[in-house]
């Protein structure tokens, strides 16, 4: 049978895992396709090789799917978001002597209402540098979110942007205190001695949509059927992704070099949500530190696309209903609920949800989807 071709961008993290294991456990070979995954050094790279035509699907973060269809990088290109690939996955991460001071102010990795508290005061005395991947991410908003939340003067705050892999140097060179990633990244700053974990980035919103698949909106026109498969395929890796017993293969796979090129423990750890926080090997278990094929994962939201547009509007110059128009339109539940109708049980009945209130019964906090502060956000259609 010949396989239908489907090139794919994605960054070397921990939450590729659904897009890496549709290849090598054969989920997409199963649905007709050769997922054909490119890895990229930067998220710029995936931004524009997109925007051109050169990948008509990547692995994309949240924002970045709403930036490109505004057009504020350096082409527009309408980009849907079928498909939600993981939520959360990201550790803020510190400078071991400012993570001792932050300590000393009341900063706990299980408690982001008194991580914040310190993180403001500390932002009184020290201006604060925070390293983020990209500046449309899930990484940035997050950590401001947590900022403002808790008070603090926001010029007292600057954000720098590099790759992945290279925040951990940043931080070393010391040009910033601190930075917001997805694993193995946070982790592997901690592993050679000079980081410490300061917060889980679930604790702070615990379900916030981190990684998906974008989409052209011209492919996935040309190419419905294509676009299903694609779907469905996805969805059966990230159950398998999900499942007890699949991190310790995963995490192998995922360590190869053309994957994420990292240590197979330091990787696992994170799949299983449990964190050392620093060199003294101080350990930390997180429920739901990242998940993928858990009931209501992989749907496309509305509400939390809209939530992200309200979020970004007034950093990327844009009214908040346009921001807030383009993620409802961009998150394309009629395209999941079209690949997935017929073999997924209960697809929820709306698009929207009141974002902050619980909709995952299996989840294993009590809270599951909750944000640090106790908000919620309701939007309307």
């Known amino acids: 049978m010949k396989l239908d071709v489907v090139p794919c961008g994605f960054m070397p993290l921990s939450d590729s ?28 790279n ?12 990547a692995h994309m973060l949240s924002p970045m799917a709403l930036s490109i269809s505004a057009g504020l990088g350096p082409l527009r290109s309408p980009i849907d978001a079928p498909f939600v690939m993981n939520l959360n996955g990201n550790t803020l991460t510190a400078r071991t002597e400012i993570a001792a001071r932050l300590a000393d102010l009341g900063a706990r990795p299980d408690d982001a209402k008194g991580t914040g508290a310190a993180l403001r005061d500390f932002a009184r005395d020290h201006p604060l540098r925070v390293g983020v991947p990209f500046p449309h991410s899930m990484h940035l908003l997050l950590t401001r979110y947590l900022l403002e939340a808790s008070g603090t003067d926001m010029s007292r705050v600057t954000f720098a942007v590099a790759p992945p892999a290279i925040l951990p140097e940043m931080m070393r060179a010391g040009e910033v205190d601190a930075f917001m990633v997805g ?7 901690v592993e050679r001695g000079d980081a410490t ?3 889980p980035g679930s604790a ?37 992704c999900g499942a007890p017993g699949s991190a310790s293969v995963l995490a192998e796979i995922l360590a190869m070099q053309r994957y994420v090129n990292a240590p197979t423990e330091v990787i696992q750890r994170g799949l299983e949500g449990h964190i050392t926080l620093n060199r003294n090997g101080d350990q930390l278990k997180v429920p739901g530190f990242v998940r993928y094929g858990k009931a209501g994962v992989n749907f496309p939201w509305r509400s939390a696309g809209m939530w992200i547009g309200a979020q970004a509007a007034p950093l990327w110059g844009l009214r908040q209903s346009e921001a807030m128009k383009i993620a409802h339109d961009a998150f394309r539940t009629d395209i999941y609920r079209q690949a997935l109708g017929q ?25 599951p989807e909750a944000f640090f502060d106790g908000r919620v956000f309701a939007f309307d259609a």
């Open 46 to 57: 995936i931004r524009d090789r997109i925007a051109i035509g050169a990948y008509p699907v």
């Open 197 to 199: 974990i300061l917060l």
């Open 204 to 240: 702070i919103w615990a379900a916030a949509p981190e990684k998906l698949l974008g989409v052209r909106r011209d492919w996935t026109d040309d190419n419905p059927d294509v676009a299903r498969r694609l779907i469905r395929a996805l969805y059966n890796a990230a159950k398998w």
């Open 183 to 189: 694993e193995p990244w946070g982790s592997m700053a």
């Open 343 to 367: 073999i997924v049980p209960a697809l929820p009945a709306s698009s929207l949800k009141v974002e902050g209130t619980s909709q995952d019964g299996d989840a294993p906090e009590s809270r």
């Open 17 to 44: 895992a659904v897009l890496v294991a549709a290849v090598e456990m054969g989920f997409a070979a199963g649905e007709g396709i050769d997922l054909d995954l490119r890895r990229e050094a930067s998220w710029s």
